[in-house]
């Protein structure tokens, strides 16, 4: 599983951060960049994943399995 964040849409709101902050990993203004997060594969981290892909109130997070 991998999550495609596109880092234009982010605005810093960290909601995907305080699901899994070591996954989403912000920067020092608080954003998350353009990248893909390749999750690891424990059910732990997958739903971090899945909850955080909901949370994200700009869409801005994609999961591809
Ligand atoms: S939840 Fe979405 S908008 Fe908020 S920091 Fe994460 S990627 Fe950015």
């Known amino acids: ?13 960290a909601r995907c951060w305080a699901q899994d ?10 954003y998350l960049p353009s990248q893909t ?3 690891p594969d424990t059910p732990e981290k997958q739903l971090a994943a899945r909850r ?3 949370a994200c109130p700009e869409r801005a997070l994609a999961l591809e399995e």
């Open 1 to 13: 599983m991998k999550i495609i964040v596109d880092g234009a849409k982010c605005q810093g709101n």
């Open 21 to 30: 902050n070591e996954m989403f990993n912000l920067d020092d203004e608080g």
């Open 37 to 39: 997060i390749v999750v």
């Open 52 to 54: 955080a892909v909901r």
